[in-house]
């Protein structure tokens, strides 16, 4: 919707609402899609420090963790495409 200003010019008004929501959104999927790849470490690394500050010992978690970051980095190397994305 343009809005007639004093000067003549001519102002749009909800384009930068419009573009912050545009740059929220991809941010949102670039978001999700780091937390797909790297979810299952997080997950590890969280329950692990929970773990030690219980005072447990929280190998298994900090190897499953390892093991996570591993397989997630091998699959980052990998260049798929569309047709490829749900074949591991």
């Known amino acids: ?3 007639k200003l004093i000067n003549g010019k001519t102002h ?3 384009q930068g ?3 912050y929501i545009v740059i929220v959104a991809l941010i ?3 978001a999700i899609s780091v937390v797909s790849l790297f979810g299952g470490a997080a997950r590890n690394q969280i329950a692990g420090m ?4 219980s005072g ?3 190998a298994a978690q900090i190897g499953q963790a390892t093991t996570a970051a591993n397989d997630a980095a091998l699959d980052a190397k990998d ?3 569309l047709d490829k994305y749900n074949n591991k």
Do not use: D, H, P, Y
């Open 1 to 3: 919707m343009a809005v």
């Open 17 to 19: 609402m419009t573009e």
């Open 56 to 58: 447990q010992s929280a």
């Open 79 to 81: 260049t798929k495409g």
């Open 12 to 14: 749009q008004r909800g």
């Open 50 to 53: 929970a773990k030690e500050l």
């Open 28 to 30: 949102g999927i670039a």
